[in-house]
Structures are given as C-alpha cells and as structure tokens.
C-alpha cells in the first residue's frame, strides 16, 4: 500500500487510483529556451523516481511531460538571439532530450507532448470557459475571470490578498488584477494562431498565441479527459501555475477535483537562493555530467527527501560520490567473495529480508528515499562485516543477495553500472598469493611491503576467517 502527500488536502493519504490498477500522470516540463540545470533535473529526478517505483508496485502509469514551446522566454530569447523562437525551442528541446538521456529519465516518460501540436484542444478549452462565464475578451487578449471561481486559492491555501508578492500581468481593463490570460494577442514579428471564439453569441478571431497554463489543461483535457489522478511538479509552481491549471479544467469540466492527488517536489537552492538565469548562478546538468556521473547526481537528489529542499554545494556531490564509491566496493568485495559450503546462511538471509523491508516501507511511505538509502546502507555494512568474518558464502546465496539489490536500487537508478564484476588478473593473484605466503613464514614485513604493491593496483585486502579477501576502490 502506497501512501503520499497530497498538496490539495495537505495529508498522508493512501493511493487509490481512479481506474484499478491504472494512473494517469502528468508533470509539468520544461520550456526550451535554455539548457536544463541542477534545479530542473532535481524535480524531473524526484518524479522519475516516483513513476519508478508505482511501477515496480504494479501499477500500469502513463506518464505525460509537456514541453512548452510557445512561451514569452522563448520569443524573448529568440529575439536576442536573432533567430525565429521555432528555431530556438527546436535546439533547446533537442538538448533537453539529450540531458534527460543522461539522466535515465527520458526512457520513464511514456510520451512528451508539444504545447504547439495542442492549439485547437486550447481553442476548445477557452470557448467552454467563454460558454461557462468564466472568460472574457479584453482587446485582443483572453482572460480568466478569478472572481467567478471561489476555489481559486484553494490549493495554495493562501488568500488572494497574500498574493501581492506574486508576479501579476498587468493590463489596463482586467476585472481583477488576478485574472490571468488565456490567450495573448501577438505583437507584430511574433508567433501566432488565429482561433474564433464565440463571446456571448458574438464571433471574435483572435489572432496570437495561448497562455502558459491552458496549454497544460488543454493537453491532458485531450489525453486524460477531464479528470486524472497525478499532477506533479516543483513546489513553486503551486501558484500561480498549478492554482490557475485547477481553474480552468474545473471551470470548464464543472468537476471537481481535476487532479486526485496534486504533488510537489522541493527546490534546489544554491546559497539559498534559486537557481535563475537573472542571477547567473545556476549550474547546467552537462557541465555537471562531465565530471561526474548521473548515478552521483541521482544519488545526491535522492538522499534528500522530494518534498523538501537542497541547499546545493559542490561538497554534497563530492560526498555522494563517494558513497557510491563505496557501496560499488562493498558489491564488488561480494562479487569476488570464495563461493562454497558455510554455516553462515542465516547471517545473510536476514540481512536481505531485512534490507527489502526497509527499502520497500521507506518507499511505500511518500517515497522516502533518503529512508530507504538509509536501509541499504546498512545492508551494504552487513555484507561488508559478512564477508571479512566468514571469507566464503553460498553460491546461490551470493547471486540472491546481488540480485536483491540491484532489484530493488534500480528504482532510484543507482548501480546501474556492472562495474562491480571486476576481477583480478594473474599479477594481483600472483602477489596476493606470495603474501599468503609471507604471512604463513611470519615475514611481516615483506607481506606488508606486498600489501602495499596490491593497493597500488586499485586493489583492497582484508584477511577473513576464511584466508584473504579482496575488492577494487571504486
Ligand atoms: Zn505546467
């Protein structure tokens, strides 16, 4: 049983999808007018690991990610670069994809869909908002109506006076400074659509492009209907962007709730400050990805609960890579551990019982992976104590014990790589073995002196009760 924190009713609640066994999910993507940084990759690392585990449950997920493409940054953007904002979402998209590739992520989204492939789902959207009341035209622009929708703040749990703060689109005429477009008339050299819309029996062509947040509702209104279970995204979408998706599906549908279970992921912060373009702070995912690998930065994403935030420093990754560094050790110290007949099956039977329970409750409750990181670091400190005591395990045992936990790690995309089945050649045998016998002519010094010949190769040594044992530094 499955149990997570729903934003819209702020509680723990137990899964239950709409549709037995199936769930429609749908996190907010990017809008390709740059490259993704560590901010982004944490949220879409976050929900991966999320659409991971639902699956590893059982459940059957079609999991949506839109792309925003017709986007104010991205004309912005395009404008200074001299290039047509079609040109420039292409490029952007096209590295996008690259970086989700590289972060494992890519392949768990069973489809991204494109804002600008949705513009007659959006035209459908604005005239049942127009039909219902809840929308009106100000010269040449769309807008939604808040007053008429008193829910609107009930997601953020905030009351509209505290929205101060909030960035507001200012316009001259708007019935309330709240009311958020729909549909943007286009300024001259800017993309655009022509939609007609019927205002109260009136025909009026409009001439430009959507707003960000219909092109959201108009998609899974397309894909989903109107009603679905999973919406997910940062937390600092909530409001505006998340408050205004709730009005308008349920303003248009008249059904309440539009979305099941509303979840959020934290924000990564670097100095405490969010990661932006304005400040010039932010760090882009293939920088980071030169000099580390994606199981180090999904590790560090992982070792911090979803829902909360990470003050990021380069010392977290350099921690979190070493950890792993580790656990790949400890496998590889398994992997390469004598196989044959011992009294010892309890110890490591209980040790993976033990493990997989932890893991699984972890996860089961919120997907708490720094919970369940914690369970297999103590399963990999139980293998390591095994394997220096007893020196020789059961073959089948040994196979189990591997096979458990790359089971169970993959659902947060760690030890991924089969480095751990590294070996030691003929010259590493050949020391290890004159060391041996060193130690038996109670020469000390020479078995210290090849000890440090074996380290020098990557390797580590430990004499267990069973003769020596061995493993690479990862
Ligand atoms: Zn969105």
Redesign the pocket.
Known sequence: MIKLFNTRTREIEELAPMNGNHINMFV??QTVYDDMHLGHAKTYVNFDVIVRWLRFSGYDVTYLQ?I?DVDDKIIARAKESGIEPRELAEKFEARFMEDMEALGVRKNVTRFIRSHDYIPAIKDQIQLLADRGFAYFLDGDVYFDVDKFPDYTALSGMKLGDLKNHRIEPKEGKRNPYDFALWKAAKAGEPKWDIEIIFGGQKIMLSGRPG??I??TAMTYAEFGPQYDLHG?ASE?IFP??SN?IAQAEAASGLKPFVKYWMHSGVLFINNQKMSKSLKNFIRVRDVLEKYSYEDIRFLISSTHYRKSVNYEASLIDEAKAKLGYIYSVLNMLYNLEEGITESNDAINSSIEKFRAGFTDAMDNDFNTPLAISSLMIFIGEIKDYCKRYGIIDKDLKSRAVRELLWLTNTIAILESEKYKKGIDGTARELMQERENSRKNRDFIKADELRKRINELGIEIEDSAHGTIYYFRF
Do not use: I, K, V
């Open positions: 907010c993507g839109n925003t960000w947040h092109e959201d995204g979408l962007h998340h998706e």
